[in-house]
């Protein structure tokens, strides 16, 4: 295991410039990639941004995340990191929580119950947190010390796959459309969705799940949990007959089979082999896994890292393409915001709710959580940047794939792309604040 870092941090107002210069680095990619997406200047068309961010979920992002937490990663490591994905469920839980509070308080349409609730509490814990540690490790005297970017990689790349399985399991049902609003044309005839074309279609939908129209399934854009729990008279048998819900006909096999299950674990068993668990395999997940596995293995290792490994032209060829992860995300970002806000019928009251809610409550949070682990001793000792990415985890605004699978589930998607839009307008200041804040704690360490 490598020595603990002992951070030691610059004067107050090294801190306050070190804080808001990245940030500022961020901003200006950004504002580039919303001059270039601009519909009025239209210099890059909205087709090469998809290409783009196809690029970096395909390649850019799991080379970076490959070659940064491969090197970094030991069975010592993952002992003492083991804080950092339980953290990710700390951040989702509380966000949860000020969800239900934003619901109470703000009172939105009863339809957007549950979306209100997602969209407070799963924020990004993958590109933007590791756009912000480049950038911030990108200085000649960097306030984390040696390897910074080396290690604050490997631990935003440590905590994807809880994530990921997350929003591929728990996300996917509770975006749903809900039953009491989902109608019905007439017994046996469900209502026709009409697809978004590719023009109409945001842009922040292909931002984080490139291809996303060819994951549709049957029951993507159907109450399918609700219609399977809940016992509704008005629809017959017939209208959902994939289901196989009904006890009759005993003669054949399916049905002898679910005579013997119980009634709640056979439902539940049917809503977990509708569950897209495929869709965690990702290319950024498949490299998170593959480091995990090669970093683990000491032999393995030596092949691949190190000056001297027979396989580091591999790593150092990954490595150059992991260099245009960063500026290609926040160009995705400036053409996400160039398309401006979206209609919403969420209301302004719950929008605000929601931002204020994640934006500013949660990392006050976070700042609690983290601040009760380090007197319990349960954080590496002395590691600032450690601490730092633990607090990014409850700092960002709501994760952009949210937006993708209000998209795979027909669900509220205007108003995802509206709430992500303000969302990351107003993040440019909230994270400033909090990284100054962050910054002047860390002092402490």
């Known amino acids: 295991m490598p020595a603990l870092y002992e951070n030691k941090m610059t004067s107050s107002g090294e801190n306050l410039l070190t804080a808001i210069v990245p940030l500022m680095k961020l901003l200006s990619l950004t504002v580039i990639g919303l001059v270039l997406a601009h519909p ?31 090197q970094s990663i030991t069975l010592q490591n993952i002992a003492l990191w083991w804080f950092i ?11 949860c929580f000020l969800g239900v509070a934003v619901v109470l308080i703000c009172r939105p349409p009863p339809q957007f119950n549950r979306f209100t609730v997602i969209m407070t509490a799963f924020g990004n814990t993958g590109n933007l947190p590791l756009a912000i540690v480049g950038s911030v490790c990108h200085t000649k005297h960097s306030p984390f010390g040696p390897h910074c970017h080396s290690r604050g990689v490997a631990y935003v790349s440590f905590a994807q796959w809880v994530a990921v399985i997350l929003v591929y399991t728990l996300v996917y049902h ?70 196989d819900l009904a006890e009759g006909n005993s003669s054949s096999p399916r049905s002898i089979r679910c005579l013997a299950e119980p009634r709640v674990v056979r439902r539940i068993r049917i809503v977990a082999e509708q569950t897209p668990v495929q869709h965690v395999l990702q290319p950024p997940t498949l490299a998170s896994l593959l480091a995990i596995i090669i970093g683990m293995v000491p032999q393995l ?21 992991a260099g245009a992860m960063v500026p290609s995300v926040m160009l995705i970002l400036g053409g996400m915001l160039a398309e401006g806000p979206k209609e919403s019928t969420l209301g302004l009251r719950t ?95």
């Open 40 to 70: 009025k200047a239209q210099m890059i068309p909205r087709a090469t941004f998809r290409l783009l961010s196809k690029l970096v979920f395909a390649l850019f992002f799991p080379c970076l995340i490959f070659t940064e937490l491969g």
């Open 85 to 95: 994905p339980v953290n990710v469920l700390f951040s989702t839980v509380i966000g």
């Open 174 to 243: 509770m975006m749903e459309p809900p039953m009491q609003y989902y109608e019905i044309v007439e017994e046996g005839t469900e209502i026709e969705e009409h697809p978004i074309s590719d023009v109409s279609r945001p842009l922040l939908v292909e931002a984080e799940w490139p291809g996303i129209e060819e994951k549709e399934t049957e029951h993507s854009k159907t109450p399918f949990v609700a219609r399977i729990f809940n016992s509704i008279p008005s629809i017959s048998q017939t209208t959902f007959p994939d289901l």
């Open 301 to 321: 290792k030596a092949f691949f890292f190190g000056y001297d490994a027979p396989l580091s032209f591999i790593t150092d060829s990954l490595e150059i393409l």
């Open 351 to 445: 929008t605000i709710g929601i931002t204020v809610a994640r934006l500013l409550v949660l990392p006050l949070c976070g700042i609690g959580v983290v601040a009760l682990a380090d007197k319990l001793h349960l954080l590496v000792q002395g590691d600032a940047m450690y601490r730092f990415v633990l607090l990014l985890q409850y700092t960002t605004p709501s994760a952009i794939l949210l937006g993708a699978i209000a998209s795979l589930r027909g669900y509220a998607v205007k108003e995802a792309s509206a709430l992500l839009f303000w969302q990351h307008v107003f993040a440019l200041f909230s994270l400033s604040l909090y990284i100054v804040i962050y910054f002047k704690l860390l002092t402490y360490i």
